[in-house]
């Protein structure tokens, strides 16, 4: 099928957890550069854009011959959207007379996420079929087991009619991993979400699945990038 795919990897500069977390060194190369040869090496896309307002980021991407997107400071707040962002950038391309029937989100703190992850995910969507696909993992433990804790250590389950139940009777569940989202582009804009009618899941194993946010996610991810390479 002969389709449009543009691939956006949202890279703002700031975080609090975690400083600068999209361009710290990860196994020699800035952390968001895995996730752009990823989308290089997949095939998948027409173009491969990485937004953000930092000007580090920026440069660090056109040294990888990608489409960079100043975003506005509006945009790389904490209270930023990315379905904003992504629109913004759907906005300036088509300004520029670039149309695309596929959009793919890649989050740069997943650095081991495989070109076969991007491939496969993108594979999923079928514009007017199945709009709408993302990366998925299992949990590390039974998740109807959940539950909430209040400011006094009491505890009360979050899935009351679910949490005696063997995992046998719930069903497999599975979890966005953060790290891949490929939707058409109609759809997108219609229901300014990731998440939408059809929604098809790519299960991708935790070793690929680390989501950096804290220096803990560097440690296991520097552990499984070892695994992943012996």
């Known amino acids: 099928m002969n389709r449009r795919a543009i691939c956006v990897v949202p890279a703002r500069g700031g975080s609090k957890r975690l400083p600068r977390k999209n361009v710290l ?25 990485v937004s953000s307002e930092d000007d580090e980021v920026l440069t660090i991407a056109d040294g990888f011959a990608v489409g960079i997107h100043r975003r506005d400071e509006a945009l790389a707040s904490d209270q930023a959207r990315v379905v904003d962002v992504m629109l913004d950038v759907l906005d300036s391309e088509a300004a520029a007379g670039r149309d695309y029937d596929v959009l793919c989100c890649l989050y740069p703190t997943a650095p081991l996420r495989s070109a076969a992850d991007v491939e496969a995910v993108v594979a999923l969507v079928v514009p007017g079929k199945s709009d709408f696909a993302l990366a998925v993992t299992d949990y590390d433990l039974p998740p109807h087991q959940a539950l909430r804790l209040d400011s006094n250590q009491g505890l009360e389950p979050m899935f ?13 569940l599975v979890v966005d991993n953060g790290s891949t989202y490929a939707v058409s582009t109609p759809a997108f804009r219609a229901h300014k979400s ?37």
Do not use: T, W
Not at 25 to 49: D, N, T, W, Y
Not at 198 to 220: C, Q, W
């Open 160 to 172: 009351p009619d679910l949490v005696e139940l063997r995992d046998e009777e719930v069903g497999k």
């Open 25 to 49: 060194l990860f196994h020699g190369k800035p952390m968001l550069a895995h996730s752009i040869a990823a989308a290089q090496a997949s095939g998948c896309f027409e173009r491969i854009v």
């Open 194 to 230: 990731f998440y939408g009618p059809g929604l098809k899941g790519h299960i991708m194993p935790r070793a690929r699945s680390v989501d950096i946010n804290l220096p803990d996610d560097l440690d296991l991810a520097d552990y499984y990038f070892g695994r992943l390479r012996a």
